[in-house]
């Protein structure tokens, strides 16, 4: 199975943006559905983005839909997560995981392959 290595995090200030990214090892990368989830502190891990093995559905919590783009690059074994319009809410820590051929699911438990984790903080 895949390894997952996250990067691209940062600081930035409101309205800002970033580019993480996922890179994959040690397995097939275009046989795994990618998701984001991210966890700010005191709170439940959430769902971020989705995008299926196959590339072809993507999915995105009601907060970033239409600020952030989720998309893989298969020849590069790396999924992103564009983050456009950051707002000072989207302060988290932000995953990769993976499923191999799975469906985009919302629920963190269906994953069984995680990355370590990007700090994103962004202020006001």
């Known amino acids: 199975q895949v390894q997952l290595v996250e990067s691209g995090g940062g600081s930035v200030e409101a309205g800002g943006s970033l580019r993480l990214s996922c890179a994959a090892s040690?397995?097939?990368?275009?046989?795994?559905?990618l998701a984001w989830f991210c966890q700010a502190p005191g709170k439940e891990r959430e769902f971020v983005a989705a995008i299926r093995w196959s590339g072809d559905t993507t999915d995105y919590a009601d907060s970033v839909k239409g600020r952030f783009t989720i998309s893989r690059d298969n020849a590069k074994n790396t999924a992103y997560l564009q983050m456009n319009g950051l707002k000072p809410e989207d302060t988290a820590v932000y995953y990769c995981a993976g499923r191999y051929r799975g469906f985009n699911s919302r629920y963190g438990g269906y994953y069984d392959v995680w990355g370590q984790g990007t700090q994103v903080t962004v202020s006001s």
């Open positions: 040690g397995g097939t990368f275009s046989t795994y559905t």
